[in-house]
């Protein structure tokens, strides 16, 4: 496998019963893509982004990230490599009772030893890390906010801080700009698109969204959907319409 390529699946599939979730499928991701996936609700996107961090289990097929088959690995080689990989899920997944603090720091639990981790969720000292990564998502005033009182598009810019903290290499966001305004939406995918960190090599992107608009303008490449089956695996620019009308027609 070529030292670059961070996603490969080989005939990955997910059944969940008899219904079949996502068909088997063939992909290579190579570092610094920005993959869109697009389909339909129910399509098997979230279910895609399962399989490449590990919460969901492929039923066939072998999934690798960063040259590891995942279903191979102990729990504790599984979470080496879950720390590389940082993802902002529809449930955002915050503690909505504690400080907007609390949440960011979270993103860094798993590189730090157990007794720096159990002092920080007790008193959690902010680092320029958080403050940097609460200020990318236009968020540093919210710093010792509680998470509860925030709007939805602000938690959802909480969630993308605790991911950007983490300093991930590669970024699974599951519709990350859907409470989000136009102009919030392009920053928000700009930053999940590679300015995460101070360095040449860019995280590699694979992101759920419903407006191809974002999709051509902020990412490189463009998979779509339907019922499961992979209908197309183009690069952004040729996003068409004949294609999304293959997509979205109603079956
Ligand atoms: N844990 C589960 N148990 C049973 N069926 C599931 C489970 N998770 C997903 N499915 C089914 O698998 C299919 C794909 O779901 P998935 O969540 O991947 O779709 P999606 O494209 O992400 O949809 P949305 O845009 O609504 O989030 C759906 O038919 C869904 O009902």
């Known amino acids: ?34 993959v869109a996936i697009l389909g339909s609700s129910g399509a098997g996107k979230s279910t895609l982004l399962g399989m490449l961090n590990g919460t969901v289990a492929a039923t066939e097929g072998t999934v690798e990230i960063f040259g590891d088959d ?18 902002v899920s529809q449930r955002l997944d915050l503690v909505e009772q504690v400080r907007v603090l609390h949440n960011v720091n979270a993103g860094r639990l798993g590189s730090w030893s ?3 981790a159990l002092v920080s969720m007790v008193w959690p000292r902010p680092d ?26 602000e938690r959802q810019r909480v ?53 191809p608009a974002l999709a051509r303008a902020h990412c490189t490449r463009a998979l779509g959907l339907r019922e ?15 294609l999304l009308d293959k997509l979205y027609a109603l079956s």
């Open 70 to 87: 995942v279903a191979a690995l102990s729990d504790r080689a599984l979470r080496r490599v879950q720390r590389r990989v940082g993802t």
């Open 159 to 211: 969630a993308i801080a605790r991911m950007l903290a983490q300093q991930p290499d590669l970024v699974l966001a599951d519709e990350p700009v859907a409470s989000l305004d136009p102009t919030r939406a392009a920053e928000v995918l700009e930053l999940l698109g590679g300015r995460i960190r101070d360095v040449d090599v860019a995280a590699t992107l694979l992101v759920t969204l419903h407006q």
């Open 228 to 242: 499961g089956q992979l209908v197309f695996d183009v690069a952004a620019h040729e996003l068409g319409q004949e």
């Open 114 to 116: 157990t007794p720096r």
């Open 128 to 153: 320029d890390l958080v403050r940097d990564a609460l200020g990318q998502v236009g968020l540093g005033w919210a710093l010792h906010e509680r998470t509860e009182r925030l709007s939805g598009g």
């Open 1 to 34: 496998m070529s030292t670059d390529t961070v996603v490969r699946l080989r005939g990955a599939g997910r059944r969940f019963g008899t219904h079949l979730a996502l068909a088997p499928l063939d992909l290579t991701v190579r570092a610094g893509e920005r």
